[in-house]
C-alpha cells in the first residue's frame, strides 16, 4: 500500500470524528426539548384548590393542601358540657362526703364512744389481769433463795431483840466472872461465847428451816394466783372480743348506709358526667358537617377537575416525546453511518503499516516516531 | 563517989539486921545501923554473907575480834535452868564487848550459852541469825515439856532441845502463827515476840507480843507451837487463846510485867496493880475456866525479874520494897506484907534512884534462906533472912556491895543446891559458896549497932573496954573494932584474926582464947576504950578472904557516969 492509503485513512477517520460531534449535538438537543416539556407538564399537572360553602360557613382547600374548615366547636354545647362536668365532679364530691359522713353519726358515734370506753377499760382489767398473773407466775416460778432471806431476815429480826439481850446478859455475866478478855482457839472466844453463839447459830438454824417452807407455801400460794389472774384476763378478753363483735356490726352498717348514699352520689355523678360529654360531643357537630360537605365537593367537583387536568397533560406528554424519540433514531442511524465509513477507512492504514514492517522489519508508526 | 563499973552483954548484936524506920533512939541492939556483906548466919548471928566464888573458869563462845581489840568484858545477863528429858540444863544468855588499848567500845557479840556438863564452863548454843540480837541481854528463859525456850522482845521464840543449835519455834512442825487480839489477824512478825514469859499449868503464859503488854498469849496444852489461831474450833485439839486484861486494870490502865503461877492461881503483875486469875488448870477459855479471881490495887512490879515464887507465897519488888502477894491478900492490908518495912525507906529511894529499873531482880536462896533484892547498877543488894521476920514485923535485912552480877539462880538438883550467878565482870557463872571470892578479891563486912543508951538514957557513959567474941574457921584475916559516941564511930583498933590450931578450953597468949572446935573457933578479943558519951556506937569491919566470920558477942565494960 502506498502513501495515499495512508492518508485516505486518516482522512476517513477525521471525518468520522466530526459526524460523532454532530451526533451527540443533537442527543442534547433532544434532552433540552424534553426538559422544557416536563416543565410545561408540571404546570399543566398542578392541584389548583376548591372550596365549598354550606349553610354553616364556608370552607376551602388550597393549593398546597392545605385546608380551613371555616367552621368551629358550637359555643353553646361547649358551655354546657363544662357545666356537666362541673355538676358530675360535684357529685363526686357529694357522694366521697356522703361516704364519710356515713361515719359521722352521732348515735355511731356515742356507740363506739361508749363501746371503746369499754373496750379500753377491759383492755385495762385485762392487762392488769394478765400482768398480775405473769407476775405471780414469775414470782412462782423464781427460785425461793431470796424470799426465804426475807423471811429468815424478819425472823432473824424478831428473835434480835431477845439475842441482844441474852448477849447482853452473857456478856454481863462473863464480865461479872472476869472472863470477858479471854478467848479461847477451841471456842473463838470463851465458852460461853461458844454455847451462846450455840443457841444463836441453833436459833438460825430453826428460822431458816422455817423461811424455806414459808417461802415454799408463798410460790405454791403464788402459783394460784397467776392461774386466777390468768381466769380474770381471759374473762375479759372475752368480753373485749364480744364488743369487738358488737362495734363490728355497728361499723358495718354504718360503712353500708355510707355506701348507699355514696353510690347514689356517684350515680348523679355518671349522669351529669354523661351530659356533659354528649354536650361536649355536640358542640363538634356544626365542624362535623362541615368537613361533610367538604368531602362531598372534594370528592366530586375537584377530582373531576383534577382528572381533566391529568389526561390533557398526558397527551401533550405523549405527543412531546415521541417527537423527539423519532429525532433521535435518525441521529442514531446517521451516526452508525459514519462510523463505518470511518472504520473502514482505519482498517486500511493499518493493513499498509503492517505490510511496511514486514518487508522493513520496521513498521511505518515506528519511523513516524522515529522521526519524532 | 565513985561510979561503980558495969558489965553490959550484947548478945547476937545486930541479928535482927538492918533497921532504919524505927527511932534509933534506945532502939534495941538486936537491930543495926550497917550490916554490910552480912547475913544472919545459922546460929542467928551476925555474920559475913559467903563469897561470890568462881564457878566456871572458861568460854567456849565463837565470834571474830576486832582487829584492834586489846581487851574483852563478858557479862552473863539472864540465866535459868530446867530440864530436859531428866538432864538438868542451866542456859544463860552472854555478850561479850570488846575495846581497844584506849578502853574505846569495838563491838559487841551476843550468845546464848550454857552451863558445861563438868561445870566449868560456859558453852555457846549456835542460834539463827536473829532480827534483835541485843535483846539476848534481857531474855526470859523458860523451860516447858521437855525444851527451852528462849523469849525475847522483837524476836521469835528460840527453841533447843538439849542437843544441837537453837532454833526458831516457828520453823517446828504444825506451828500454828498467832493471831492478833484486836485485828484478829496474824501478829506482825507471825512469832510470839514478847519478852514476858512464864510455863505454868501446862501451858507457856506470854505478854510482850508486838511490844503489847496488855494481852497474854497461852499455848495449847502442851503444845508451844499452837497459838490463838482465831477460830472457833478449826483446830479442835488447839485450846491456845488469849486474855486481854485492859478491862480489868483496877486503876484503868497499867502494863504487865510479869506472869506468875501460883497456888492454882495466875497471878499478873502489872506496874502499879495485881490481877489473880483463878482456876488456870485446864482450858482457861471453857465454860467455868479461867476468871479474875481478885485484884490489889497500889502495888506492883518494878521489874521482870523482881519478883520470885518460894513455894509457899510470891514476893515481889514493889516501888516501895519487897512484898509478899500472900500476906496481902489474905491480909488485905498492905503494910502487913512488907517484907522490907526495916528499910523501906532506904530501898524506895534505892529503886526510885535506879535509872533502869530492869537491871533490879529479886531472887530467893531457898538453901541460904535469903532472899536477895540485887541492884545491878551499882553492884548492890538489899538481902532478907527469909528463916523469920524480926520483932518489927520485917524480915531481917542486911546490904551487900561488891555484887558484880546481873541475876542469880537458885536450884537444887541430885548433886544438891546451889546458887549461881550471873557474872558481869568476866567470870561467868560464879556460885554463892565459901568465902573465898572470885579472883582473890578480899570483900569487907560491917557492922554498926544504932546509938546504944544502954537502958540509960541520961547517963554518960565512959566504957573501958569491949570484948568482941567472933566466930570463924580459922582464915587468917583482919578486922578492925570500932567505936564512937553519938552519930559516929570515932575509935577503932585493928586486930590480926590468925589462923590457929584450936583446943578445947584452951588458953592463948595476950589475952587471947579461942574457944571450940577445929572448924570454928570463938575468938574473943578485948579492946580498951576511950572516950565517953550518951549514946554508944560499936561496930565491926572484918576483911573477909576465905573464912567464916561471925559476931557472936559484944561485952562493954563501962563506967556510967552522972546524969
Excluded at chain 2, 491480909?331 to 526510885?352: C, H, Y
Excluded at chain 2, 535509872?355 to 540485887?374: G, K, N, R
Aim: hydrophobic share 40%; proline share 2%; charged share 15%.
Amino acid at each position: 500500500m502506498g502513501w495515499l492509503d495512508i492518508i485516505s485513512g486518516v482522512g476517513s477517520a477525521a471525518a468520522g470524528y466530526g459526524i460523532a460531534e454532530d451526533m451527540r449535538g443533537v442527543g442534547q438537543d433532544a434532552a433540552n426539548q424534553m426538559g422544557e416539556l416536563a416543565g410545561q407538564l408540571t404546570n399543566d399537572t398542578a392541584f389548583k384548590g376548591y372550596g365549598v360553602t354550606t349553610g354553616l360557613g364556608t370552607s376551602t382547600v388550597n393549593a398546597d393542601g392545605s385546608m380551613n374548615v371555616g367552621v368551629g366547636p358550637d359555643a353553646g354545647q361547649a358551655a354546657y358540657a363544662n357545666s356537666m362536668q362541673g355538676n358530675a365532679m360535684n357529685n363526686l364530691g357529694m357522694s366521697n362526703q356522703m361516704a364519710q359522713m356515713g361515719g359521722f353519726n352521732p348515735a355511731y358515734m356515742q356507740a363506739m364512744g361508749v363501746m371503746q370506753g369499754g373496750m379500753q377499760g377491759l383492755g385495762a382489767q385485762q392487762n392488769n389481769s394478765f400482768a398480775a398473773s405473769q407476775q405471780a407466775m414469775q414470782n412462782a416460778m423464781q427460785g425461793t433463795a431470796g424470799r426465804e432471806q426475807d423471811i429468815y431476815n424478819r425472823m432473824m429480826g424478831m428473835q434480835q431483840p431477845g439475842l441482844d439481850r441474852a448477849k447482853t446478859a452473857q456478856q454481863a455475866n462473863e464480865y461479872a466472872m472476869g472472863r470477858s478478855g479471854i478467848r479461847g482457839s477451841a471456842f473463838g472466844g470463851t465458852g460461853e461465847d461458844a454455847a451462846m453463839a450455840k443457841a444463836q447459830f441453833d436459833a438460825q438454824n430453826s428460822a431458816s428451816v422455817a423461811a424455806m417452807g414459808q417461802a415454799q407455801t408463798e410460790m405454791m400460794n403464788q402459783a394460784g394466783m397467776a392461774g386466777q389472774f390468768g381466769q380474770m384476763g381471759g374473762q375479759m378478753a372475752g368480753l373485749q372480743n364480744q364488743f369487738g363483735t358488737s362495734m363490728g356490726v355497728l361499723g358495718q352498717g354504718q360503712a353500708q348506709l355510707g355506701q348507699g348514699a355514696a353510690g347514689l352520689m356517684s350515680q348523679n355523678a355518671q349522669i351529669s358526667g354523661g351530659l356533659g360529654n354528649q354536650a361536649y360531643g355536640n358542640q363538634f357537630l356544626p365542624m362535623q358537617q362541615q368537613l361533610n360537605a367538604l368531602q362531598v365537593g372534594g370528592t366530586h367537583g375537584a377530582s373531576m377537575a383534577q382528572t381533566g387536568q391529568l389526561s390533557g397533560a398526558g397527551y401533550g406528554a405523549q405527543l412531546g416525546l415521541g417527537g423527539i424519540q423519532t429525532q433521535a433514531n435518525m441521529e442514531k442511524a446517521a451516526s452508525e453511518l459514519y462510523g463505518n465509513v470511518f472504520g473502514s477507512g482505519m482498517n486500511a492504514l493499518a493493513g499498509a503499516s503492517g505490510n511496511l514492517k514486514a518487508n522493513t522489519g520496521v513498521g511505518w508508526l515506528d519511523k513516524l516516531v522515529s522521526y519524532l | 563517989m565513985a561510979q561503980p563499973h558495969v558489965d553490959i552483954t550484947l548478945t547476937a548484936p545486930g541479928f535482927q539486921g538492918i533497921n532504919t524506920e524505927d527511932s534509933p533512939i534506945n532502939q534495941d541492939y538486936s537491930f543495926a545501923a550497917e550490916a554490910t556483906n552480912c547475913v544472919i548466919d545459922q546460929f542467928g548471928r551476925i555474920g559475913a554473907r559467903k563469897a561470890f566464888a568462881t564457878k566456871t573458869s572458861s568460854f567456849s563462845l565463837t565470834y571474830t575480834p576486832a582487829a584492834t581489840v586489846d581487851s574483852t568484858v563478858t557479862k552473863v545477863h539472864r540465866l535459868s535452868n530446867g530440864a530436859i528429858l531428866g538432864q538438868n540444863y542451866v542456859v544463860c544468855t552472854v555478850s561479850v564487848t570488846e575495846y581497844n588499848d584506849l578502853g574505846a567500845f569495838l563491838a559487841v557479840h551476843y550468845f546464848l550459852a550454857k552451863l558445861s556438863a563438868n561445870g566449868s564452863a560456859v558453852e555457846e548454843i549456835a542460834t539463827p541469825a536473829l532480827a534483835s540480837p541485843d535483846a539476848l541481854v534481857n531474855a526470859d528463859i523458860v523451860f516447858f515439856n521437855d525444851q527451852c525456850l528462849v523469849f525475847t522482845s522483837g524476836n521469835g521464840p528460840l527453841l533447843w532441845t538439849g542437843t544441837g543449835a537453837a532454833t526458831y519455834l516457828s520453823g517446828e512442825a504444825g506451828y500454828q502463827a498467832p493471831i492478833d487480839a484486836a485485828s484478829q489477824s496474824l501478829t506482825a512478825t507471825d512469832e510470839i515476840n514478847g519478852d514476858v514469859a512464864t510455863a505454868a499449868y501446862g501451858r507457856l503464859w506470854v505478854t510482850g507480843v508486838d511490844g503489847d503488854y496488855n494481852n497474854i498469849f497461852y499455848s495449847s496444852l502442851l503444845d508451844p507451837t499452837k497459838w490463838y489461831d482465831g477460830s472457833a474450833g478449826a483446830l479442835p485439839t488447839n485450846t491456845a487463846g488469849i486474855i486481854d486484861v485492859s478491862e480489868y486494870w483496877p486503876q484503868g490502865k497499867d502494863r504487865i510485867v510479869n506472869i506468875v503461877a501460883h497456888n492454882n492461881t495466875l497471878v499478873v503483875f502489872g506496874r502499879s496493880s495485881i490481877l489473880l486469875f483463878g482456876n488456870p488448870q485446864g482450858d482457861p477459855a471453857a465454860v467455868g475456866g479461867l476468871y479474875l479471881a481478885d485484884s490489889v490495887v497500889r502495888l506492883g512490879l518494878i521489874s521482870r525479874d523482881g519478883v520470885v515464887s518460894t513455894g509457899q507465897d510470891i514476893l515481889f519488888l514493889d516501888d516501895t520494897g519487897v512484898r509478899s502477894l500472900g500476906r496481902t491478900i489474905q491480909e488485905q492490908a498492905i503494910p502487913v506484907g512488907d517484907l522490907t518495912a526495916n528499910v523501906r525507906k532506904d530501898i524506895s529511894i534505892k529503886i526510885k534512884e535506879t535509872s533502869d529499873q530492869s537491871t533490879i531482880s529479886l531472887s530467893y536462896w531457898p538453901e541460904e534462906a535469903l532472899l536477895v533484892c540485887l541492884f545491878a547498877e551499882d553492884s548492890t543488894a538489899y538481902v532478907l533472912e527469909m528463916r523469920a521476920p524480926s520483932s518489927s514485923g520485917g524480915m531481917k535485912v542486911s546490904q551487900w556491895t561488891g555484887c558484880t552480877f546481873e541475876r542469880a539462880l537458885s536450884f537444887e538438883d541430885e548433886d544438891g543446891a546451889e546458887v549461881l550467878l550471873a557474872s558481869s565482870d568476866s567470870q561467868g557463872l560464879l556460885q554463892y559458896a565459901g568465902h573465898a571470892e572470885y579472883g582473890g578479891r578480899v570483900y569487907v563486912m560491917t557492922y554498926t549497932t544504932n546509938p546504944l543508951a544502954l537502958g540509960q538514957s541520961n547517963t554518960l557513959k565512959f566504957p573501958k573496954k569491949f570484948r568482941y567474941i567472933l566466930v570463924s574457921d580459922g582464915t587468917e584475916t583482919t578486922a578492925e573494932f570500932r567505936w564512937g559516941f553519938g552519930s559516929s564511930l570515932e575509935y577503932s583498933k585493928s586486930v590480926s584474926i590468925e589462923p590457929t590450931t584450936t583446943s578445947y578450953w584452951g588458953i592463948a597468949e595476950w589475952g587471947i582464947a579461942q574457944y571450940g572446935k577445929s572448924d570454928a573457933s570463938f575468938l574473943r578479943y578485948d579492946v580498951n576504950a576511950k572516950g565517953s558519951g550518951v549514946y554508944l556506937l560499936l561496930g565491926l569491919r572484918a576483911s573477909i578472904q576465905g573464912a567464916s566470920m561471925s559476931l557472936q558477942e559484944i561485952n562493954v565494960n563501962t563506967l556510967l557516969g552522972r546524969n
